[in-house]
């Protein structure tokens, strides 16, 4: 079961996709992405996201069944933000 969040965002795309990028590399997420859409997939986590406007559009398909929707919210904040 698919779930999608929208995150309000404060800086340009490119830094956060950097910011993003560095975070996939220190934790073994294989991140594929640019300043438009990419997907992500790692530590149980599989999705993709988008920018449209000053939202970041998340949709996360799989997600380990422990882990809490809750929880998921905040390591997409952490991770993206």
């Known amino acids: 079961m698919a779930r999608t969040f929208q995150i309000t965002v404060n800086e ?3 830094i956060l996709v950097k910011r993003a990028h560095k975070m996939a ?3 073994a997420v294989h991140f594929i992405a ?3 859409q990419g997907h992500f ?3 149980g986590l599989e999705g993709t996201y988008r920018f449209e406007d000053d939202l970041l559009v998340i949709t996360v398909a799989k997600k380990p069944p422990f882990v809490t929707w ?3 919210e905040k ?3 952490w991770f993206f933000c």
């Open 75 to 77: 390591i997409l904040h």
């Open 41 to 43: 997939s790692g530590k």
């Open 34 to 36: 640019n300043e438009v």
């Open 70 to 72: 809750t929880m998921v």
């Open 12 to 14: 340009h795309p490119e």
């Open 25 to 27: 590399l220190e934790n």
